[in-house]
């Protein structure tokens, strides 16, 4: 996979139109937003373009409005709250059809170091398909094209890949800079020893994951409600735990992949275990402490032990570089959080170079309060098990090589 993609900083934009696709995919409570960490994550790169004194017309999609214009998921609200971040008016060009008269007209009259919003992307039917003519309409208003939305590289839209084929000038943004130099080169060139730790409920979600970091890192760890199908298939009594029977062979083929390869296989040596899952999910819970070969028949683990998360937290010490995507145990209960918190301490003490991929395990780091200590937290959920299973994503793909 080509990662060596000119940025922001390698052209020139004075003078030019350019059309920045960022993430301003925001929880929005009676248009109000609720969250505002994405618009503020795009700031310096549209301070940037700003300040080179390009003509700056920005472009998101906001939750699924199937193609057509949803007047609760438009991006006026962002257009209010940018024009307050950046202390400049951002022009909100209001056509449901998002290239149409307005976004014209407002394009038309730009000064350099202007900066206006189109309306939501995914209003066009053709966005998600990446539909040529949807395409062709965002590349009639540029000269150069943007891409800072990390969450939606995996995918092949209009506004991240088909807007990109049809400019002269493709780059990649600030946001996606940072997650392809540690996230993308953590897998394709680490810095040895590299360790990954896997958790999560579901092995099915992770397949790809398991089988291309076992040949990239040194030493695999699996915890959370997947390693459960490990210890099954190690003959291990597991009790009611979470089970993909499906998986059994795929996780003895693993097994044995990382013998044959030379690779540590790290799988947790004790279970904390409870009778009945928690109504509510954070309600107080009964647990009680089991060896991995000696789980009742009738307990579930839901977190791993204590011995369990020495032995992580030792293989972690001496790393260089360490990958982590997804908790321990059920974090959303504070009792079955530990072995969640133990990982997350031990990756904040660490020397390493430590990247959170997106999603659950993003979201445990910044609750429990180590956000701060972490070298990279991922921005995308599906975009970083993309990128960690090996595969080209197509909005980085699509930006020019240096």
Known sequence: MGLNKKSVD?????GKKVLCRCDFNVPLKEGKITDENRLV???PTIKKLIADGGKVILCSHLGKPKGEPKPELSLAPVAER??????????FAADNEVVGPNAKAAVEAMKDGDVILLENT???????????EFSKDLASLCDVFVNDAFGTAHRAHCSNVGVAQLVDSAVVGYLMQKEIDFLGNAVENPVRPFVAILGGAKVADKLNVIDNLLEKCDTLIIGGGMAYTFLKAQGNEIG????????????????????KLGKKLLLPTDAVTIKDF???IDAPVETEVYDSTAMPADRQGCDIGPKTQELFADAVKSAKTVVWNGPMGVFENPTLAEGTIAVAKALAETDATTIIGGGDSAAAVNTLGFGEKMSHISTGGGASLEFLEGKELPGVAAANDK
């Open 82 to 91: 940018l024009s307050e971040l950046l202390g400049q008016d951002v022009k």
């Open 10 to 14: 390698d052209i020139n934009v004075a």
């Open 278 to 280: 928690p109504n509510p």
């Open 122 to 132: 995914r209003y066009r039917k053709e966005e998600t398909k990446n539909g040529e």
């Open 41 to 43: 994550a795009a700031l």
């Open 240 to 259: 009611t735990s979470l089970v993909d029977d499906s998986k059994v062979d795929y996780c003895k083929e693993m097994i044995a992949k990382a013998e």
